[in-house]
T-cell receptor, first 114, second 118 residues
Framework: ETGVTQTPRHLVMGMTNKKSLKCEQH?????MYWYKQSAKKPLELMFV???????ENNSVPSRFSPECPNSSHLFLHLHTLQPEDSALYLC?????????????FGPGTRLTVL | AQTVTQSQPEMSVQEAETVTLSCTYD???????LFWYKQPPSRQMILVIR??????QNATENRFSVNFQKAAKSFSLKISDSQLGDAAMYFC???????????????FGQGTILTVHP
């Protein structure tokens, strides 16, 4: 248990559905991240939040909409996804400003888009 | 932009033996951090070891050690006395110390699946 939880662990959705992924960290961190992990590809950073402010959007399509209401919670709202968006979505957190500090990862949400 | 390459999609090792996972990276920066992360089948990624580029001494953590060759931009992970619990996907990652939008950003390699045979 690393202190970062994600729900749901598995999600199957149609292309017209709207769903949300949730991440919560209990480590007192103030930076949170969304990553996409596809088979045979490196982890792709999607979004970064520092102190609830979005500091990085890695050219992510607008059908992915992040929300960070406070430093402990991070959401990823999904709508009109494509089958190629099927992947493992990982959330991570760290202490902002501690460059050598590690990122702590959640277990991920396995997303399947039909 | 930095890139990280892991050229071994899969590796296997016998229990109690030693295995080395390779990682190379490309950067124009002189100061940065390198990491090895482990992702077991349960999928929760955990940090294995960290190396600061300004340190010449190779990092070690119990049975895990790195061979950091800064000039060659190589960062391999050696696992000694391999155990069944070491079976996982291993990711090499690079972290810039530069400011701006790159600050704190981790760039990952493609990963190496390690199988440990009893």
């Amino acid at each position: 248990e690393t202190g970062v939880t994600q729900t749901p662990r598995h999600l199957v959705m149609g292309m017209t559905n709207k769903k949300s992924l949730k991440c919560e960290q209990h480590l007192g961190h103030n930076a949170m991240y969304w990553y996409k992990q596809s088979a045979k590809k490196p982890l792709e950073l999607m979004f970064v939040y520092n102190f609830k402010e979005q500091t990085e959007n890695n050219s992510v399509p607008s059908r992915f909409s992040p929300e960070c209401p406070n430093s402990s919670h991070l959401f990823l709202h999904l709508h009109t996804l494509q089958p190629e968006d099927s992947a493992l979505y990982l959330c991570a957190s760290s202490r902002s400003g501690q460059i050598k500090g590690e990122q702590f990862f959640g277990p991920g949400t396995r997303l399947t888009v039909l | 932009a930095q890139t990280v390459t892991q050229s071994q999609p899969e590796m296997s090792v016998q229990e109690a033996e030693t295995v080395t996972l390779s990682c190379t990276y490309d950067t124009s920066e002189s100061d940065y951090y390198l990491f090895w992360y482990k992702q077991p089948p349960s999928r929760q990624m955990i940090l294995v070891i960290r190396q600061e580029a300004y340190k010449q001494q190779n990092a070690t953590e119990n049975r895990f050690s790195v061979n950091f060759q800064k000039a060659a931009k190589s960062f391999s992970l050696k696992i000694s006395d391999s155990q069944l619990g070491d079976a996982a996907m291993y990711f090499c990652a690079y972290r810039s110390t530069a400011g701006g939008t790159s600050y704190g950003k981790l760039t990952f390699g493609q990963g190496t699946i390690l199988t440990v045979h009893p």
